[in-house]
């Protein structure tokens, strides 16, 4: 459906997602990827994605959307820095760890990273462990400074309230999507 928030008017965004929760902030990078590129969006100059997932192959489903928004950092006529937070909750290196080479990278990204051997392989590593997210939102908006932020969150109610607590204590803008299992 339409996102009910006008992500036109501010300069800098904040998405935040837990596990599938990341299928809205996907679907909303991927269309900023596409029209940013095409001149839309003209205020946005900052994007960060945070994403906390249990395991850094489930990265993997959105490979292709992940690296389309990250790549526009490659083109300074777009005007925005993408950031990505990624993180695994549950991975760990253990012996049945194997590393997957990947192309060369232009932007020193590591080109080989672990992956458990019977799931789907990821372009992205994710740090591994759960977050302190007021911190790393806190940390956001101060290098953000004075720039129009709004922090868009969708996952299980404990994120999406941090979310909002801090957004409220930093004076953005907050929009929660929500779903119902």
């Not at 720039?147 to 929009?175: E, Q, S």
Request: proline share 4%.
């Amino acid at each position: 459906g339409k996102l009910s928030v006008d992500v036109d008017t501010y300069d800098s965004l904040v998405l935040v997602a837990g596990g599938i929760g990341i299928t809205p902030m996907a679907s909303l990078a991927g269309y900023i990827a596409t029209y940013k590129a095409l001149g839309r969006f003209k205020k946005l100059s900052r994007l960060r994605i945070v994403w906390i997932t249990k395991y850094n192959s489930e990265l993997a489903v959105f490979n292709d959307v992940l690296g389309r928004t990250y790549a526009l950092n490659s083109d300074d006529a777009n005007g925005i820095t993408v950031n990505l937070e990624l993180f695994a909750t549950r991975d760990e290196v253990d012996v049945e760890t194997v590393y997957v080479n990947l192309p060369a990278l232009t932007d020193g990204r590591e080109t080989s990273r672990p992956v458990n051997d019977h799931e789907p392989p990821s372009m992205w590593a994710a740090k591994t462990g759960r977050p302190n997210l007021a911190d790393l939102l806190t940390k956001a908006k101060q290098e953000e400074g004075t720039l129009n932020t709004a922090i868009l969150a969708c996952g299980p109610t404990g994120l999406v309230d941090t979310c909002r607590n801090v957004a409220i204590g930093l004076k953005c803008d907050f929009h929660a999507e929500t779903f119902f299992m």
